[in-house]
């Protein structure tokens, strides 16, 4: 059981991590859009219809989508001034805790974005856009994107939970927990390695 988490987990997060690089270009494509928009009604006089609509979609999906990275990457933060000073035990107890928290808000979340989309489909809602864009449509996929989110937190957390019951305590702490300061300075040098590595071809 315990082994089938471990991988279940493990190919959720590189299936996430490509997924958000998907978002990313996607934002990134939004910027540029946006700054054509710009120059055009600067320059012209003129701009294209759906850019503010569309990019508030794009925004909201891949937020979404950025939970679950973040999660994977112990981004969200939290306040942890006093467990931080806890024995190990009780510091891999409240971890989980957090996880099992963190899993019943995005519960939540998930159910209220689907009960949105149904009443938009129900309605047949259109936007108060000249596009008239079906609400239903950007909403649902925002809609799966929490999902996705509720689904990998789920997963997340059960493996936490099953690392906690085996008492495996230290690793609890290390991939479940939030990162503290030595660790955040050690992942930003293993990622600016990896940019001077990439930009020389791989040589010292």
Known sequence: MRLFIDRLDQALNALTGRVSLVAGWALLALSVAITVNVLLRKLFNYSFQGVDEYGGYC??????IGFAQAMYDRAHIRIDVLTQVFPLKLRAFFDVVTQILLLLVAVLLMLKAIEVVQTSHQMRALAISPL??????????????????????????????????????????????????????????????????????GQP
Not at 59 to 64: G, K, P, T, V, Y
Not at 154 to 171: C, E, F, I, S, Y
């Open 59 to 64: 925004l909201a999906i891949c937020a979404s």
């Open 132 to 201: 008239r864009t079906p609400l239903a449509v950007p909403q649902g996929v925002w809609a799966g994107a929490l999902t996705w989110f509720c689904f990998t937190l789920g997963v997340h957390a059960l493996r936490a939970l099953l690392k906690l019951l085996a008492g495996d305590w230290q690793t609890v702490v290390r991939e479940f927990g939030s990162a503290n300061l030595d660790e955040e300075i050690e992942q930003e040098v293993a990622l600016a390695q990896a940019r001077m590595s990439a930009r020389t071809g």
